[in-house]
Each structure stands twice: as C-alpha cells, then as structure tokens.
C-alpha cells in the first residue's frame, strides 16, 4: 500500500512478461492434497516434481487444445496498453460508456475518469499494470452484467464505509489476484486451482473474463461482510482468493456457472 495526500492507494504491478514460464511452481502442500480423484479424471494428468528432499510439488499435462486455449489467454495477458493505438482508445472510450452512457466524456485524459474510480485523468497510468486485459475484464463485465457492474460502481449495495475501496483501481488488482492465483505466466498449470481453471477454458473462451465478474462480485461481498475500509482492501482480496479457491475445487463445480459465488451476479 502506497500512502499518497494522506490517502491509500493499492499498488499494482506489472507480471514481466514470460515470468517462469517452464519453472516449477511453488504449490503448497494442501494444493497437493486438496485436489480429488474427480478431478483429476476430468483430463488433467498429474505428476510429481521433485526439486529438493522432501519438496514434491504438482505438475499437469495438457491436451493440445488446453495448450492452444491457455497460449490464446497468456498472449492476452502479455499486451500492454497503448495510448497510440486507436482500437485501445476505443476500448477505452467504450469502459466510459458502458460505465455512464447517459455522461458525454471530455477526452481520454479528463478528471471525469476519478468518477469510476481511478486515480487520476488518465486512467492508462493505472491500468498500465494489469495491461490491456485489465480493461478487457472491466468492459466486459459492464456489458455482460450491467446491474452488477453499475451496483458495485455506484456502492449501491450494503452498509457502505465511509472511506470506500476505489471501483477501477480494485478492478485492476482483482485482474492481477487472478493471474497469480492460476498461474498463468507459466507453461502449464502447477496448482489444482491454475489446473482445474483450464478444463473451463477450454469449454469457454471467455472464462477468465467470467471468473473476473464472479471475483469482483465475491470482493465486494467480503468487503460488506467483513465491515471493511480502505486500509483493509489487501485482507479482503485475500479472504476473497481463499474463498475463490476452494470453490473452485468443489467436486459438484463443473463449469463456473456452479460456482456457488455466481449466484451473487445479476445478468442484465
């Protein structure tokens, strides 16, 4: 956390591009335990990497299509946002939009952009670290669920804090949260989690763009449950990494529509 005019700011980073892909991951022992015969019979094969004694950590093949799905979602995630293309502008331009359709915008650098949560005029300074994907995610979800979307950015819901967690910046980090949690920079999956996501990649294209709307959802539902404030941002989006994780592990789970925090998103 960054502290700036006396506020705090939730600090993003930008994942280096190919960072360890082809390295062993550093699964925890209950990511080695939690998985079930289940799903290991849905088309994940998985062996162990022994790197050092008593160090036996997880490894997945994939099936070429997985291959071929998690490439497609990997080169995503590497594009950086380029103020100079016009088709990023547009997308931009678009968020604006889908955010306040009824709201002309005064250009891509205006102090209108604070309204949905940015930090400051130009949004590509904080989105910069999540890259394009980042707002990918957020357009995505304000076309595909509006209600939500417009709840969560208007705070509609719950007994608010009076200092609140800011819309576009938690959007950001709830796309970064993402990639680390599936492992997503690597070769192939080295969790259950990273593994298990792969079987609804596969199914859908746009499954992390999915995943993306029942996170933030889950965010702000922790946040109202747990009486959060600003200062408390990074404990909620670790409670809601926890609570993400071992739904995605359920056994009864077999697309991300089952996942018990969808329910939580109004489609419309």
């Known amino acids: 956390m960054d502290d700036r005019d006396g506020g705090s700011f ?6 280096s591009q190919g960072l360890d892909r082809g390295t062993t991951c550093h699964s925890t022992s209950e990511e080695v335990v939690a998985g079930s015969a289940a799903w290991l019979g849905r088309g994940l094969s998985c062996v162990c990497v022994q790197t050092r004694e008593n160090d036996c950590r997880p490894s997945f093949d994939l099936t070429p299509l997985q291959e071929e799905c998690l490439l497609r979602l990997q080169n995503r995630i590497d594009i950086a946002y380029d103020s100079s293309l016009s088709e990023h502008q547009d997308t931009l331009r678009a968020l604006w939009y889908a955010a306040f359709p009824h709201e002309e915008l005064n250009g891509l650098i205006s102090e209108q952009w604070k309204e949905m949560g940015w930090q400051g005029k130009d949004p590509s300074t904080d989105f910069r670290g999540g890259g394009l994907i980042s707002l990918e995610n957020l357009l995505f979800f304000a076309r595909n669920f509006p209600t939500s979307f417009q709840d969560l950015l208007r705070k509609r819901e719950g007994d608010r804090a009076l200092w609140e967690y800011p819309f576009a910046v938690a959007g950001v980090n709830i796309t970064f949260m993402l990639i680390q949690m599936l492992d997503l920079e690597a070769v192939k999956p080295r969790n259950l989690v990273g593994a298990t996501f792969l079987q609804f990649l596969t199914e859908n294209e746009f499954a992390f763009d999915l995943l993306y709307c029942i996170t933030f959802k889950l965010m702000d539902h922790q946040w109202l449950a747990m009486h959060a404030s600003y200062m408390d941002f990074n404990s909620v ?3 809601t990494r926890h609570q993400l994780e071992k ?3 359920e056994e009864d789970v077999t697309c991300l529509e089952d996942l018990p925090s969808y329910s939580l998103l ?3």
């Open 10 to 15: 939730v600090a993003v980073r930008r994942i």
């Open 237 to 239: 989006m670790k409670a």
């Open 247 to 249: 739904e995605l592990l």
């Open 266 to 268: 109004i489609r419309g």
